[in-house]
């Protein structure tokens, strides 16, 4: 994969509420092949304030990645989908929707707002853990991202 800054850690977002899958995932992504650094949110209020933040910084520390809950405190998933799709400087981001939802109305939404994919969070540990390192080897290997 060719790095925004060759030897710089994959930064990844990580809206999510539910402090079980925020531990799951962080211990999956210790054992990364690729180095990354992870920033958590619980709300989605919180993640709208802090990109336009990192964006007023002159893209500070955008993130190479979001994965993001659909069900979200305080503003909901697909609104901060539609905020940062709308958004010049955060649109270029890849968005992957990360939840526990599997109803049609939500996947249509979800690519309806230019999501980058929606995968439904497996009930089984050992199927979720694949489904963080198959995140990991496609999004963090495989894909080819914009320089800073």
């Given amino acids: 994969m060719q790095r925004k800054i060759p ?3 994959f930064q990844i977002l990580l809206v999510e509420d539910n402090p079980g ?3 799951l ?16 949110i619980r709300d ?3 993640a709208v304030n802090y990109l336009r933040i990192q ?3 002159v893209y500070g520390t955008l993130p190479d990645l979001i994965l993001l809950d659909w069900n979200l405190p305080k503003k909901s ?3 901060v989908l539609q905020e940062i799709k709308e958004d010049i400087v955060l649109r270029h981001i890849p968005v992957i929707i990360l939840t ?22 497996p009930l089984e540990l050992d199927q979720f853990i694949r489904m963080v390192k198959a995140i990991e080897e496609f999004w963090m290997t495989a894909v080819k991202l914009p320089r800073r």
Avoid: F
């Avoid at 995932?25 to 958590?40: D, G, H, L, P, T």
């Fill in 7 to 9: 030897g710089e850690p």
């Fill in 21 to 23: 899958d925020i531990r």
């Fill in 25 to 40: 995932i962080m211990e999956v992504m210790k054992e990364a092949k690729i180095s990354n650094r992870i920033c958590v």
């Fill in 44 to 46: 989605g209020e919180e």
């Fill in 55 to 57: 964006s007023a910084l």
């Fill in 77 to 79: 998933g697909y609104e």
């Fill in 100 to 121: 526990s939802s599997q109803t049609e109305e939500d996947i249509y939404n979800a690519y309806h707002m230019h999501a980058n994919c929606y995968i439904s969070k």
